[in-house]
């Protein structure tokens, strides 16, 4: 087990690019984790938290209805001709609080720049270290895990940050729990039938973190992660079409574990798919995914580069970010999606490059950042043949005649265009 200081051994995303497999290592992190109203007014009319009498606790007490979750906006249907808000989706995978603090910090940032954003919480945060046997992995060993347990502390520590997010409005989807990758056991390997085991033991972790932990006399976390828990994002992005299957049957809406463009999502297998984007660096002649981790193998190869260059490769992050953010804003509108990891990799460059994106575009006008499950909420009340027509706009396309044109009337039923892929510089397995 690790040190109280360093409670946690964060999992890291990767993914198939150009054919070849991005790395993605447990330990590539050395094991460690890492202003007024806004555009879509949730602060202005947000509901208020439930009252305690509302209060109903669900099973051991680990997890509580109290009402309807706060500050979320009411989606609105696009009128004829109206322009498209252009959302933009921050995500964190693991999403546990260790002595970083990065899960309280962006919590106030996102409060501050009047964000909403999905926390993608491993399960395996809320079990201690001496329970690890209660956790029984698809094709592997009970008790394993390739990203630790945590101790109480932790737990304690990630459940304060868990509750206040939600009551924030932010989202709690889930990246499962052992972040298992590769041929050997990988969640690529895992049957349907598997990951519904998974899913089991995420939603079993959360709603038993008091008896699993000892805290019996903590506070609730403020939902029913049986309804709250409605979309994921896959270890290493690997395992997306057997999982997806789990998910639909269990009531997942959303997936975000693909690889796409910044083009209006659609529906696989009945949920929406919100793929990371390839996005531009800044210099560079290819694009990467929009996540922290893919920037760093590309950049530095290793969670410890040259010093000297951490605050230019933060700062090529950033920019490849905001360049993302201005072919959308300016072009077809669609949202873009962001990962992240709360880790201090390069120097915690990323995380610089992360926030003052934050700082910059979710101010501006008509610009909503969202979790996943406001986007979702969002696109279920739109029109599906304005969707449809939306799906046409390739990366970086205005409507020539402008919105007002494009959208004027009920358009055709259109198919979604396919589009040329991009070209991707794979990254190196280590």
Known sequence: ???????????????????????????????????????????????????????????????????????????????PGQTPPQFVVFSWDGAGEDSQRLFSHFREVGKKYDATMTYFLSAVYLLPEDKRHLYDPPQHSPGRSDIGFNDVGGISDTVEQLRGAWLDGNEIGTHFNGHFCGKDGGVGTWSTEEWKSEIAQVKAFVKRWKTNSGLRNAKPLPFDYDKELVGARTPCLEGQKNMMAAGRELGFRYDSSGVGKQVWPKKTQGMWDFPLQLVPVPGRAFETLSMDYNFMVNQSGTVKGDPAQHEFWGNQMRDGLLQAFDRSYHGNRAPLIIGNHFESWNGGTYMRAVEETIKMVCLKRDVRCVSFKQLADWLDVQDPQVLAKMRTLEVGENPQQGWASFLATQPAAAAPSAGAASQVKPAERH
Do not use: E, W
């Open 1 to 79: 087990m690790m040190a109280a200081t360093k409670r946690i051994a964060f999992g890291v995303a990767a993914v198939t690019l150009a054919g070849s497999l991005a790395a993605c290592s447990g330990s590539a992190g050395q094991g460690a984790p890492g202003a007024g109203q806004g555009a879509h007014g949730a602060k202005k009319n947000a509901p208020k938290p439930a009252p305690m009498s509302a209060v109903r606790l669900i099973g051991d007490g680990s997890t509580a209805y109290t009402g309807k979750q706060p500050r979320l906006p009411k989606p609105q249907r696009l009128k």
